[in-house]
């Protein structure tokens, strides 16, 4: 089993900055790519970007590509998500994943899934 926590989200205003973190433990070597996703109230849960076991690979969406930078601390067992420029509709509970299927938007593709962390961004 991997188990991922998600921290550091809150309230901040638009514009601003945060940096999300996901950290794992347990059999973390089952789920080598991590990816962010997010859900916004009455919304679909949609892709944010991914991250593979070594870090040399990522991917991003289109609303995160410009904004957002997912990294990864091996020594730590962390993936963080540093979001900038941050707008109104970027507020969500943020959901960190784990998966042995590669870096993708696919979200069956991860089988470990944290708690999830608010972002809310007042305008």
């Known amino acids: 089993q991997v188990q991922l926590i998600e921290s550091g989200g809150g309230l901040v205003e638009a514009g601003g900055s945060l940096r999300l973190s996901c950290a794992a433990s347990?059999?973390?070597?089952?789920?080598?790519?991590t990816g962010w996703f997010r859900q916004a109230p009455g919304k679909d849960r949609e892709f944010v970007a991914s991250i593979s076991w070594s870090g040399f690979n990522t991917f991003y969406s289109d609303i995160a590509k410009r904004r957002f930078t997912i990294s990864r601390d091996s020594d730590k067992n962390t993936v963080y998500l540093e979001m900038t420029n941050l707008k109104p509709e970027d507020t969500a509970v943020y959901y960190c994943?784990?998966?042995?299927?590669?870096?993708?938007?696919?979200?069956?593709?991860?089988?470990?899934w944290g708690q999830g962390t608010q972002v809310t961004v007042s305008s």
């Open positions: 347990g059999r973390t070597f089952g789920a080598p790519a």
């Open positions: 994943a784990g998966g042995a299927g590669g870096v993708t938007s696919d979200a069956t593709r991860y089988g470990y």
